[in-house]
């Protein structure tokens, strides 16, 4: 192939009424980057074409939109890798999704600013600096907890990709999520209760559809997915009564006293009266299609050999202190490595034992 189509999302909102797509035809040249192709279609053929960029080295996060669909960053993506992907000849370049354009692949900035400012994304010491004038120093075993979560450049590339987000505009994202945590899990902030209380207010922490897009899409290997469920982890550790807490509490008591769960009973228990009313309709159009046990709303019935499950929930109690498995290390464990600091102990090798 010698020439490939640059399609790129255009939009002026001085003179256009909706936006548009214009095409540009380029010579496909090894080596070069997508954020290199829109350069030459704007040196050479079209002036007006407007884009954010910086560093051009994956660093500074400027350069994030949406190419053939998926949110990555301009500067790092391949022309060649992406026809070769998709089997196509043509590149396809949008602003970033959950977004609203300016001008071109050009997108509003100030919904993320003012998402991040509700978790104040900086240092807040929880003790005077050292007296010998030197830095806050840490643990790099306290440090791999937050070494993934610190090579955020707030490209917004997960916010893109979110589902969650755009149903719900409200929800705080993954990027500001995964930054909460970043500042909440390190061992020298001090901010950790106000953090928490920012992510858990008004149920933002649970909006989460656990999709795994934001992962996906991250190009800095962040683990934003994975980070908003460190976060639920660390709220629970620390006494909050999250709906994810209580619910999974209410999972708990429904295997140890009937050895599976009653979905029908499951919003009145966790929500009261008032959320069994609201969630009414759903279930009469479950009892409609005959999903629903009538049985379950009188208690329902216990399975076969109970008693076993039983005998597994209480030798899984009596081994409870002796066996600490912790989801934030084992879902760290992929990037222990990445700054070669003290090796954090292998869970596959201990079965969680500390």
């Known amino acids: 192939m010698?020439?490939?189509?640059?399609?790129?999302?255009?939009?002026?909102?001085?003179?256009?009424?909706?936006?548009?797509?214009?095409?540009?035809?380029?010579?496909?040249?090894?080596?070069?980057?997508?954020?290199a192709a829109l350069f030459k279609a704007k040196e050479e053929q079209d002036p007006s074409i407007s884009?954010?960029?910086?560093?051009?080295a994956a660093i500074c996060g400027s350069c994030a939109v949406r190419i053939n669909g998926h949110a990555t960053l301009a500067c790092k993506v391949q022309v060649t890798h992406i026809l070769q992907k998709y089997e196509t000849d043509t590149i396809t370049v949008d602003p970033i999704g959950?977004?609203?354009?300016?001008?071109?692949?050009?997108?509003?900035?100030?919904?993320?600013?003012?998402?991040?400012?509700?978790?104040?994304?900086?240092?807040?010491?929880?003790?005077?600096?050292?007296?010998?004038?030197?830095?806050?120093?840490?643990?790099?075993?306290?440090?791999?907890?937050?070494d993934f979560a610190s090579d955020c450049i707030l490209c917004?590339?997960?916010?893109?990709?979110?589902?969650?987000?755009?149903?719900?505009?409200?929800?705080?994202?993954?990027?500001?999520?995964?930054?909460?945590?970043?500042?909440?899990?390190?061992?020298?902030?001090?901010?950790?209760?106000?953090?928490?209380?920012?992510?858990?207010?008004?149920?933002?922490?649970e909006w989460c559809v656990r999709c795994w897009e934001c992962t996906t899409r991250c190009p800095k290997e962040v683990q934003p997915f994975e980070n908003i469920i460190r976060l639920r982890i660390m709220a629970a550790e620390e006494g909050y009564k999250t709906p994810g807490e209580i619910h999974a509490e209410i999972f708990e008591k429904d295997i140890l006293n009937r050895g599976l769960l009653n979905e029908m009973l499951l919003p009145m228990k966790q929500e009261g009266i008032l959320g069994a009313i609201k969630r009414a309709p759903f279930g009469i159009r479950m009892m409609v299609k005959g999903?629903?046990?009538?049985?379950?709303?009188?208690?329902?019935?216990?399975?076969?050999?109970?008693?076993?499950?039983?005998?597994?929930?209480?030798?899984?109690?009596?081994?409870?202190k002796e066996v600490k498995i912790k989801l934030p290390q084992i879902m760290g464990v992929v990037y222990e490595d990445k700054r070669k600091t003290r090796k954090r102990a292998n869970f596959t090798e201990t079965g969680g034992n500390e």
Request: glycine share 4%; net charge positive.
């Open 2 to 35: 010698e020439k490939f189509k640059l399609r790129i999302f255009r939009y002026d909102p001085t003179k256009d009424t909706n936006p548009y797509y214009k095409t540009y035809e380029l010579p496909v040249e090894k080596g070069m980057t997508v954020l």
């Open 51 to 56: 884009f954010r960029y910086n560093c051009r």
């Open 98 to 146: 959950n977004v609203r354009p300016l001008k071109d692949l050009i997108y509003d900035m100030d919904w993320l600013v003012d998402k991040l400012k509700r978790i104040k994304p900086w240092f807040i010491p929880k003790e005077p600096p050292p007296s010998d004038g030197t830095e806050y120093r840490q643990d790099p075993y306290d440090h791999h907890r937050i």
């Open 156 to 205: 917004a590339s997960c916010m893109s990709d979110c589902n969650a987000l755009k149903a719900n505009k409200d929800y705080h994202g993954p990027m500001v999520l995964s930054k909460a945590y970043r500042f909440a899990a390190d061992t020298r902030d001090g901010a950790k209760e106000e953090r928490l209380d920012a992510v858990l207010d008004d149920l933002n922490l």
């Open 291 to 320: 999903k629903v046990n009538f049985a379950d709303f009188f208690g329902g019935h216990k399975i076969k050999r109970l008693e076993e499950v039983q005998k597994i929930y209480e030798k899984a109690k009596e081994k409870e």
